[in-house]
């Protein structure tokens, strides 16, 4: 039954121009579109779902910063770099963290949002700054980003960290489940089969615009970015986002 669950990616498929998606989300739903969860919609975000959605961005920056250090000793970043930053979820727990953060972001509409609360060291660019931060974070994004274009938005990110920089860096690689927003399923990973290349698959109806989609990244092209930024030491903690797989890398020099 799971077997016939699981499917993989017409390879014949176009790569998708997932920036048109991420500015129509943003300018629909931009907090739904990065916590994807009935009470995070337009019409439902009342102050409690505000307050509890920006606190998920605390609680997950105090881990990131809680496993970079009991992996790597101590680490105290002054500035840091939050690549598809969205609303500012993460970004603006990083400023707090680290004085200074940076977020970038493809879609003008998550930009307006996040600027709507300009805070001292707090600030939202629309492309990636040529300057080093301390620690470069990105989570939830890539899955979204075409990895054709992501592998090179890796090597990008990684040249900004600094000299004495870290990056925690979120990448999906297989799924246990089949998602119909699926182009890139590059690994199955189930019970019966083990771990396999996922069967090519027709599509039967075409994703329409402004539907997030998700794809796989290959792992050791990752980490090659990795060892040629010259961030040799990384640590890997698995995910699972409802059967999509991947991996929190933390790394430093
Ligand atoms: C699921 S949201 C995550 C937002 C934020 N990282 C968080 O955890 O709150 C994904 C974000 O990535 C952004 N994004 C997608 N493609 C991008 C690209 N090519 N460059 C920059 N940001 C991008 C989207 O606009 C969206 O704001």
């Known amino acids: 039954m799971l077997k016939r669950l699981l499917s993989g990616f017409r ?16 300018e629909t739903e931009p907090f739904f579109g990065v916590l ?63 004085g200074t953060a940076t977020g970038v972001d493809i879609s003008p509409g998550m930009l307006a949002e996040a600027r709507r609360h300009p805070h001292p060291g707090l600030r939202f660019l629309d492309a990636i700054p040529h300057e080093p931060f301390d620690w470069v974070v990105s989570a939830i994004v890539l899955q979204h980003i075409p990895p054709e274009r992501g592998y090179d938005i890796i090597a990008e990110l990684l040249d900004r960290v600094g000299p004495d920089g870290g990056a925690t860096i979120q990448i999906m690689f297989g799924r246990t489940v089949h998602h119909e927003n699926s182009v890139g399923a590059r690994l199955i990973i189930d019970d019966e089969g083990g771990v396999r290349p996922p069967r090519p698959f027709r599509r039967r109806r075409k994703i329409p615009e402004g539907v997030m989609i998700m794809h796989d990244y290959d792992l050791s092209r990752v980490v090659g970015l990795f060892y040629r930024a010259g961030l040799r030491r990384l640590y890997l903690d698995h995910i699972d986002h409802g059967g999509i797989v991947g991996a929190t890398i933390y790394a430093r020099r």
């Open 11 to 26: 390879s014949d498929e176009p790569i998708r121009d997932t920036d048109r998606d991420w500015q129509i989300i943003g």
């Open 36 to 98: 994807t969860a009935d009470r995070f919609k337009r019409e439902n975000l009342d102050e409690d779902a505000r307050a509890e959605f920006f606190r998920s961005g605390e609680g997950d920056i105090n881990h990131f910063i809680d496993r970079m250090r009991e992996i790597f000793g101590p680490f105290e970043p002054r500035s840091a770099l939050d690549f598809g930053c969205g609303v500012g979820r993460l970004t603006a727990p990083l400023a707090a963290l680290t």
